[in-house]
């Protein structure tokens, strides 16, 4: 073998001096990147090409091109060559090079040599046409090492006349990226050089050379699976030989998106015959979910219709992987029809990800005349963590909660241990192959994997007494294979009630200035006695608001557990109240705060929606009590202003706190003359035996008219300028006084009321979706534009409505959104020599043009050219949020760097409505001249 490759390499050099434009009749080829050094930027660089037999000229030379300006032949002393014989007139050969990179970078290597193969059907004049294949690889400390994926399965197969043709590349990714396969005959065909299709492409699927698919129906065609790879061309009808290309991309999740980072293009042959063999069948095993550490053992099964003898072969990542691949048997030899083979494999941690394994199962017959036909299947494996195992759960001191688990089984290999809570039990188990958490848990935090306990005070609040807190953990696996454990069992906890708990916040009469609200709370039931022997005082406050503690009132100072405030403002203020419990004077502890049920109507043509908000340390959302909405005038001919009668009950756990009133409930439509007066009683629960349940609050009343008068038509707004950009190409950097020109027009097209009063025009600074629109101005019926002056930021939207003279607003106009124009931008060379001249690296200030606009922080990372970082820098942390950088050439420990090329990982942060503008990442190089 020693010799051939010697006499090839020095057949190669003569031909390269001799004979460069000679045919070397490739069929098919790819290239594969393998980087081989963790620290340098080297990599292994295989070019495969698969080249007809019959010819007499062998592989090479040719060019390879690294995508960095460097270009070489491969058939140097450097490269080594393997020749091997695959059949059907096929040998595959096979050059390693490698090459070091100057730095980070996206890079695509090319090959290209002279010629393809002659008489190709779908491209004109094939042996004169080169043969070109690329791959792009993405260079980045920032996402980690990158390798392309590996093509398993050679592109050798031939198919038959009317046959459906089958081929898998058997694609597997060394670091665990997604894989996704791309064909499209419009972008994606067989080329002849950089960005140059071969002359007169056609698909194999035009009616030139098909015309039925194998059942005999139409129209045929040629597709990919893009997750699973498999090509289908069904199916032939012309017999010859012909090329296509597809492409195989690797997908990484990167700041939770997945992003493409590589490519490799396989550019191959296929060749159909007239034949009458049909096509070996196979019988898989179901698809499989396992928890890692399963020993799989299944059997595969194949045949043949003609009874020919067939071989059965496994490709893909079990047999790929490093640490314990999957094995069969019999391997690689025919064998009588029906047969078997016996796959293995022992799943271990390391196999955890979050796609699944795919198999690809090929089977081939040996027939007595023909071509040997093949088909190929994909069968899926899925490899899970196993379900972290929950040891102790303990109430500890200020109501909070340890939770303590045993060591990770797979502790080696995941990366982070999630811990989720819910108030009161769900007691699920997962469905098979479940992994993650259900809807329901928050997330509350994650350690790493050498820790074994998290202590939950609920942001330092401590945990609300008498409540049942219930937790689970869900295992993490790392980038780029991801993955998610089998969720643990649950466990629960319900928190002591040492001190008093709010049961009523109940308003018990709305006025504006003689409310009422009836408020009860319970003793500290499971209070230390000993230490706290007693006897206990309470001394309650109210506070305005759902929360917090603004306009704090002390109430009383009692022995007893409940109270009515009075001489309040229910019908318009929202109030929330505190227990706190005091011993002989002296303040032991209090309770978690509770508000009033504030409940809110909403005007729909001939209908009332009803939405009720609190903030209560209770459980309102249990299925079991419904939520009550009561409501006068009941009959619409009837005058019971002051008797309510239950309307609806509704389910919290279904349809939150809302209630569409629409007259449903006892089919009489809502009169629009008629005010309607609503209450709602909420129904909750604490976990505590003691207290009685449901725990019944109600809100205060609230009065609507459904009005159905005609509305006005919204007028159509217009935004007249000034152009962002435009505007601040002669502003200073710092500039922040800006201007909004608008027009409408009303719009009286339709049944809408024409008989208009009054404009007015929102603004909402934080965009269409996001914030509120507040109203900025109030036009007459005859003024038509406006100017907004002196804003501090450009960003923001606009609508305008109409208002008739019966005070009837119209829905809002079309939401007219302007932008900020961001920009940033760095050097890419300066000069740290100290004599005040572009000493330091920095964002661009002049000309004005370039000034950083609208930049809320910047996170740098520069590196050398080895990778290793040499300066970080994030303004948003930094003292003074400078987003100019002003970098001065010190490495973090203040040491001069030496003058060259240095490399730099921006992300800019952008103050923009556009959620694809905030965040833009910037590399480049960074020359530092002394």
Known sequence: ??????????????????????????????????????????????????????????????????????????????????????????????????????????YIIRFREFNRNDQTLNMDNSVDTPFYVETMITIDPFIGINNSPVLTIPPVDNGGVNVRYIHNPGAFDP????????????????????????????????????????????????????????????????????????????????????????????????????????????????????????????????????????????????????????????????????????????????????????????????????????????????VVGPPPIIEDLEQEAGRSVNLSWEPYSCGTTAETMQVWRRLNSDPYEPDSCETGIRAGYELIGTTNMGVFNFLDTNNGEGLAPGNTYCYRLVAAY???????????????????????????????????????????????????????????????????????????????????????????????????????????????????????????????????????????????????????????????????????????EVDPTIDGFTYLDDGSHNGVTLQRDIEYCYLVVTKGTYNVDMIEMPLENKSQIVCARPDDDRLPCPPVLTFEGPECSEYLSDKSCGFNSFVHDLSWEPDFTGNCDDELNEFRLYFNPDGEDDGQFNLVGTFSQFEFQTRISDLSNYRGCYYITAIDR?????????????????????????????????????????????????????????????GVEVFNYNSLTATENDVFIRWDGRDKNGNELPAGTYFYSATVLFDVLDPSLRERKLKGTIQIVK
Not at 573 to 586: A, S
Request: glycine share 6%.
């Open 1 to 106: 073998m020693k010799l051939r490759i010697s006499l090839l390499l020095v057949f190669l050099l003569m031909l390269s001096a001799s004979f460069p434009s000679m045919a070397t009749h490739i069929r098919a080829g790819e290239i594969t990147a393998e980087r081989v050094s963790t620290q340098a930027l080297t990599y292994r660089i295989t070019v495969v090409g698969y080249t007809d037999t019959r010819s007499n000229v062998i592989f090479g030379p040719g060019d390879i091109n690294f995508g960095d300006g460097r270009e070489v032949r491969l058939n140097t002393e450097s490269d080594f060559v393997t020749v091997e014989s695959l059949g059907n007139q096929i040998e595959k050969n096979t050059f390693v090079i490698t090459h070091t990179y100057q730095g980070p970078g996206q």
């Open 175 to 382: 670091d665990g990226d997604s894989l996704a396969y791309f064909f499209d005959e419009i972008t994606v065909r067989p080329r002849q050089g950089f960005q140059r299709f071969v002359n007169n492409y056609r698909s194999p699927a035009s009616n030139e050379f098909s015309f039925n698919r194998e059942d005999g129906s139409t129209p045929p065609f040629i597709s990919i699976n893009p997750i699973t790879g498999d090509l289908i061309w069904d199916a032939p009808g012309l017999a010859g030989q012909y090329n296509i290309a597809f492409q195989v991309q690797e997908w990484r999740k990167i700041g939770g998106e997945y992003q493409m980072i590589g490519y490799v293009i396989r550019d191959m042959q296929i060749i159909i015959e007239n034949t009458n063999n049909q096509r070996p069948e196979l019988i898989l095993p179901p698809d499989l979910c396992v928890v890692a550490g399963t020993k799989i053992e299944e059997i595969i099964q194949g045949s043949d219709p003609d009874g020919d003898p067939i071989k059965i072969e496994i490709f893909g990542d079990p047999v790929e992987i490093n640490t314990s691949p999957a094995t069969y048997s019999p391997e690689g030899v025919f064998q009588s029809s029906p047969g078997i083979i016996d796959f293995e494999w022992q799943t271990v941690c390391s196999h955890v990800r979050e796609r699944e394994y795919q198999v690809r199962i090929r089977i081939s017959d040996q027939p007595r005349s023909g071509p040997s036909l093949v088909d190929i299947r994909t069968w899926n494996i899925k």
């Open 478 to 648: 790392p980038p780029p294979r991801l993955g998610e454990s089998i969720v643990s069992e649950e466990i629960c906890i319900t928190i002591d009630v040492d001190v008093p708990i709010i049961t009523n916040v109940s308003v018990e009469d709305t006025d504006t200035e003689n409310g009422q609200i009836f408020v009860r709370w319970t003793p500290p039931y499971d209070i230390d006695r000993e230490q706290f022997p007693g006897p206990f005082t309470y001394e309650l406050f109210r506070s305005v608001g759902f929360t917090g503690n603004q306009n704090r009132v002390a109430l009383i100072s009692t022995t007893d557990t409940s109270f009515t405030d009075t001489g309040i403002n229910t019908e318009n203020l929202v109030y929330n109240y505190k227990v706190i419990l005091k011993e002989n004077n002296t303040v032991i502890d209090s309770s978690s705060a509770a508000s009033s049920v504030r409940l809110t109507p909403t005007i729909i043509n001939e209908a009332i929606r009803l939405n009720w908000n609190f903030n209560v340390p209770w459980n309102n959302t249990v299925s079991e009590f419904k939520h009550e909405v009561y409501r006068n005038r009941t009959d619409p001919e009837a005058e019971d202003e002051e008797n309510f009668e239950l309307i609806a």
């Open 806 to 866: 019966s005070g009837n607003e119209s829905d809002p106009s079309n939401i007219v959104c302007v932008d900020n124009c961001p920009f940033y931008e760095l050097p890419n060379t300066f000069t740290p020599n100290g004599d005040g001249i572009n000493d330091t690296f920095m964002a661009f200030d002049n000309p004005l043009s370039k000034c950083p606009r609208f930049v809320l922080g910047v996170e740098i990372f520069i590196v050398n050219r080895w």
